[in-house]
């Protein structure tokens, strides 16, 4: 199959060169079948090509029918406005069919029109139209579907169920396909409240996701920006999952939904991480794994822009890498990977030479980068970790004693910084409790020492500045502000201070009677109640403002207080954190035995050069 894709780019490449047109007479007659000219192409090409006549008059013929058929295509659409699709089936059914429809029509009817005409489970199916998945609800033409698009049909069916297909029944396939849809809610879900969650609650107790650069520790990223990333790297990260388990038709739409959300992230932020590059690599690959690569018109550039990142990341000898880790073993799969795939592409584009330098660099670095088995027992037996074994190993050419001192220092770095990570929470927690012996709520407290990082003082004074800080929580309060019986003995302790009974009547309103934090408010401003805390000309109370307009992350994420819905919103978040592996380079351990069979294939194709 790719031999014949290589084939057909070389024939392409040399009819455009010659200025060939197949549709078009003498090539093609008013009948649109071939005209007597094609036979001297095909003596013509044969020669050049060093390919058996028969073969490169199939070839050609293939060709020059699917000019015809995309010229009469075009002309059809521009009289009556019905488009060609061409639908890229399922690895079982590889081939491509062509499809005439209007762009008027749902994309749930542009599924239940492909799974009839091809005996496909419409419920188990899903569809990519330009790098995304076409929504079910909207028209063609609002997603933006145009004539000649290329339509790549995924079939949502489980590998290690191979054998169990054919006996399926309809009620099995549509539970299947409910409970990955169910899943993909979940993670979204998930991901949101994940998202959405605040860096001052206890991790302990509430988890929510930090950004680590490559050493482990915490970075500081803008909440906005941060949001978008944490997406995008969920996302990236439960697609990993399901390529690790070969399950590529599932792991693609996550990935796909990951590349949308790190496009929210600024070009400076892309520019820091290596996360963006790693995940142009993986999308590139899911592709080729489902052999759907003619779908992804931008493969070549998604991997350019991989190795721009990665040069921007590590620099351009890989220096900055080697500046923080002291090697760059490890990042050196990433590249062969990205070899392995531009070397594909050449191919498959007809380009032969280009295809043979990127596959032996493929195949070189393959070479340098495995592993003997007795190092990795070697390893084991001191306690170390099979993944901890192979990262290592590359990291330092070989060496098992060098390997073993890199994992254990590598081991105390993360432990050192277990222990500062928890010393802070130490000390936050301290500084918390003197804020709360202060009068001042949990919430308020974090809050704070959260936007003043972990300065005490500094952390008093924001909650004075943001007395919004200093309401209560109504909701299990059935007394509001407006009903709330203000003693007159508190009324005269407050004017005694000095402050106006307006003022004090009104602070002790808001604060439902607290002398503490009524006197502190109204000193600090001056003697009087802040414009956020007055009640608005409606009559309703500054704590009730406050929650309708800001609601909490895991609102926001789409969450109610009942029981239920807490512990649906527990498992989804404990459904993401399952797929975040342990190992901050786990997605640098590759087995490789897949690269490797595939740098075989290929090098059997192509004709290396002697030196």
Same mark, same amino acid.
């Given at each position: 199959?790719?031999?014949?894709?290589?084939?057909?780019?070389?024939?392409?490449?040399?009819?455009?060169?010659?200025?060939?047109?197949?549709?078009?007479?003498?090539?093609?007659?008013?009948? %649109?079948?071939?005209?007597?000219?094609?036979?001297?192409?095909?003596?013509?090409?044969?020669?050049?090509?060093?390919?058996?006549?028969?073969?490169?008059?199939?070839?050609?013929?293939?060709?020059?029918?699917?000019?015809?058929?995309?010229?009469?295509?075009?002309?059809?659409?521009?009289?009556?406005? +019905?488009?060609?699709?061409?639908?890229?089936?399922?690895?079982?059914?590889?081939?491509?069919?062509?499809?005439?429809?209007?762009?008027?029509?749902?994309?749930?009817?542009?599924?239940?029109? +492909?799974?009839?005409?091809?005996?496909?489970?419409?419920?188990?199916?899903?569809?990519?139209?330009?790098?995304?998945?076409?929504?079910?609800?909207?028209?063609?033409?609002?997603?933006?579907?145009?004539?000649?698009?290329?339509?790549?049909?995924?079939?949502?069916?489980?590998?290690?169920?191979?054998?169990?297909?054919?006996?399926?029944?309809?009620?099995?396939?549509?539970?299947?396909?409910?409970?990955?849809?169910?899943?993909?809610?979940?993670?979204? %879900?998930?991901?949101?409240?994940?998202?959405?969650?605040?860096?001052?609650?206890?991790?302990?107790?509430?988890?929510?996701?930090?950004?680590?650069?490559?050493t482990g520790r915490s970075i500081e990223i803008p909440p906005?920006?941060?949001?978008?990333?944490?997406?995008?790297?969920?996302?990236?990260?439960?697609?990993?999952?399901?390529?690790?388990? %070969?399950?590529?038709? +599932?792991?693609?739409?996550?990935?796909?939904?990951?590349?949308?959300?790190?496009?929210?992230?600024?070009?400076?932020?892309? !520019?820091?991480?290596?996360?963006?590059?790693?995940?142009?690599?993986? +999308?590139?690959?899911?592709?080729?794994?489902?052999?759907?690569?003619?779908?992804?018109?931008?493969?070549?550039?998604?991997?350019?822009?991989?190795?721009?990142?990665?040069?921007?990341?590590?620099?351009?000898?890989?220096?900055?890498?080697?500046?923080?880790?002291?090697?760059?073993?490890?990042?050196?799969?990433?590249?062969?990977?990205?070899?392995?795939?531009?070397?594909?592409?050449?191919?498959?584009?007809?380009?032969?030479?280009?295809?043979?330098?990127?596959?032996?660099?493929?195949?070189?670095?393959?070479?340098?980068?495995?592993?003997?088995?007795?190092?990795?027992?070697?390893?084991?037996?001191?306690?170390?970790?099979?993944?901890?074994?192979r990262l290592a190993l590359r990291a330092c050419h070989g !060496?098992?004693?060098?390997?073993?001192?890199?994992?254990?220092?590598?081991?105390?770095?993360?432990a050192q910084i277990r222990r500062e990570e928890r010393a802070?929470?130490?000390?936050?927690?301290?500084?918390?409790?003197?804020?709360?012996?202060?009068?001042?709520?949990?919430?308020?407290?974090?809050?704070?020492?959260?936007?003043?990082?972990?300065?005490?003082?500094?952390?008093?004074?924001?909650?004075?500045?943001?007395?919004?800080?200093?309401?209560?929580?109504?909701?299990?309060?059935?007394?509001?502000?407006?009903?709330?019986?203000?003693?007159?003995?508190?009324?005269?302790?407050?004017?005694?201070?000095?402050?106006?009974?307006?003022?004090?009547?009104?602070?002790?309103?808001?604060?439902?009677?607290?002398?503490?934090?009524?006197?502190?408010?109204?000193?600090?401003?001056?003697?009087?109640?802040?414009?956020?805390?007055?009640?608005?000309?409606?009559?309703?109370?500054?704590?009730?403002?406050?929650?309708?307009? %800001?609601?909490?992350?895991?609102?926001?994420?789409?969450?109610?207080?009942?029981?239920?819905?807490?512990?649906?919103?527990?498992?989804?978040?404990?459904?993401?954190?399952?797929?975040?592996?342990?190992?901050?380079?786990?997605?640098?351990?590759?087995?490789?035995?897949?690269?490797?069979?595939?740098?075989?294939?290929?090098?059997?194709?192509?004709?290396?050069?002697?030196?």
């Amino acid at each position: 199959m790719a031999q014949k894709k290589y084939l057909i780019a070389k024939l392409t490449s040399c009819l455009r060169e010659d200025k060939i047109q197949l549709w078009k007479p003498p090539y093609t007659n008013e009948k %649109k079948e071939a005209g007597t000219e094609m036979k001297e192409l095909v003596q013509k090409y044969s020669s050049k090509l060093n390919i058996n006549e028969n073969d490169t008059e199939n070839m050609l013929e293939e060709i020059r029918c699917k000019a015809v058929e995309r010229g009469t295509g075009n002309e059809n659409f521009k009289v009556t406005g +019905i488009a060609r699709l061409d639908i890229y089936l399922p690895r079982r059914k590889s081939r491509k069919i062509p499809l005439e429809t209007n762009l008027f029509i749902t994309g749930k009817e542009l599924r239940s029109q +492909i799974a009839q005409e091809h005996a496909l489970k419409e419920n188990a199916i899903k569809i990519i139209i330009n790098k995304k998945q076409l929504d079910l609800s909207k028209t063609l033409e609002d997603q933006g579907v145009t004539h000649n698009a290329k339509v790549m049909v995924l079939q949502l069916e489980l590998s290690d169920e191979e054998t169990k297909r054919k006996i399926q029944e309809e009620e099995l396939q549509c539970k299947k396909e409910k409970e990955i849809n169910d899943k993909m809610q979940r993670t979204k %879900k998930g991901l949101e409240i994940l998202a959405e969650r605040e860096e001052y609650l206890d991790q302990d107790s509430v988890p929510y996701l930090d950004i680590a650069n490559q050493t482990g520790r915490s970075i500081e990223i803008p909440p906005q920006a941060k949001k978008a990333l944490v997406l995008a790297m969920g996302y990236h990260e439960k697609g990993r999952a399901l390529m690790k388990k %070969k399950e590529y038709e +599932i792991a693609l739409p996550y990935l796909l939904d990951a590349d949308k959300h790190f496009c929210e992230c600024s070009t400076e932020l892309l !520019n820091t991480v290596d996360n963006y590059a790693v995940l142009q690599l993986d +999308i590139v690959w899911c592709y080729f794994r489902l052999e759907q690569l003619d779908c992804l018109d931008d493969a070549e550039k998604k991997l350019s822009t991989a190795h721009r990142c990665f040069q921007r990341c590590y620099g351009e000898n890989h220096e900055r890498l080697i500046d923080i880790k002291g090697s760059y073993g490890r990042e050196k799969v990433l590249f062969l990977r990205l070899y392995l795939l531009q070397g594909i592409g050449h191919y498959h584009n007809g380009r032969e030479k280009e295809a043979a330098e990127y596959i032996q660099k493929a195949s070189r670095l393959y070479e340098e980068l495995s592993i003997d088995p007795d190092k990795v027992d070697r390893l084991s037996l001191l306690g170390f970790s099979e993944q901890e074994a192979r990262l290592a190993l590359r990291a330092c050419h070989g !060496n098992v004693e060098h390997a073993a001192n890199l994992i254990t220092n590598r081991r105390e770095e993360k432990a050192q910084i277990r222990r500062e990570e928890r010393a802070k929470r130490r000390q936050r927690l301290e500084d918390i409790n003197t804020l709360k012996s202060m009068g001042y709520s949990e919430r308020a407290a974090q809050v704070a020492l959260h936007n003043t990082q972990g300065n005490l003082d500094q952390a008093f004074k924001f909650i004075l500045d943001n007395p919004e800080l200093l309401l209560e929580d109504d909701d299990d309060d059935p007394v509001t502000m407006d009903q709330f019986q203000v003693s007159q003995e508190s009324i005269d302790q407050l004017m005694y201070m000095g402050f106006s009974r307006e003022s004090a009547e009104q602070a002790l309103k808001v604060f439902k009677g607290n002398i503490h934090l009524a006197s502190q408010t109204l000193a600090h401003h001056g003697g009087v109640l802040p414009a956020s805390l007055q009640p608005s000309p409606e009559g309703s109370s500054p704590s009730e403002e406050s929650t309708s307009s %800001k609601d909490s992350p895991t609102e926001s994420a789409g969450s109610s207080s009942s029981p239920t819905d807490e512990d649906m919103e527990t498992d989804a978040v404990n459904e993401i954190l399952e797929d975040i592996p342990e190992h901050e380079e786990d997605y640098l351990d590759l087995t490789l035995e897949e690269e490797e069979q595939i740098i075989h294939e290929y090098l059997s194709y192509i004709q290396v050069p002697q030196h």
